[in-house]
Nanobody, 121 residues
Framework: QVQLVESGGGLVAAGGALKLSCVAS????????MGWYRQSPGSQRELVAT???????NYADAVKGRFSISRDNANNSVFLQMNSLKPEDTAVYYC???????????????WGQGTQVTVSS
């Protein structure tokens, strides 16, 4: 099993910044993509940003130019730097990892428990 633990959420005023961190632990053979998703009340979980093991990134249009995803493969970690935050960024942010627990095991998606980000206007 793979466990993901997020940190770094909190309350910030509009225009401010936060940095989220996520560390994966457990039985890990390899981690492929890692990413961040968010969910606000009454809405479906949506993609924020992803990054492959090679560093290829993908961003939702709503966060392009404001958020930056990065990764530390040696420490099985992924980060999300969020700048110029807006009230509409308020949500629970979830870390995701696509990983193998053994050499020939299938890739499975694992999720963290989520961290709340609240942006006040």
């Amino acid at each position: 099993q793979v466990q993901l633990v997020e940190s770094g959420g909190g309350l910030v005023a509009a225009g401010g910044a936060l940095k989220l961190s996520c560390v994966a632990s457990g039985t890990i053979f390899s981690i492929h993509s890692m990413g961040w998703y968010r969910q606000s009340p009454g809405s479906q979980r949506e993609l924020v940003a992803t990054i492959t093991s090679d560093g290829i990134t993908n961003y939702a249009d709503a966060v392009k130019g404001r958020f930056s995803i990065s990764r530390d493969n040696a420490n099985n970690s992924v980060f999300l730097q969020m700048n110029s935050l807006k009230p509409e960024d308020t949500a629970v942010y979830y870390c995701d990892a696509s990983a193998n627990t053994r050499r020939y095991a299938p890739q499975l998606h694992y999720w963290g428990q989520g961290t709340q980000v609240t942006v006040s206007s």
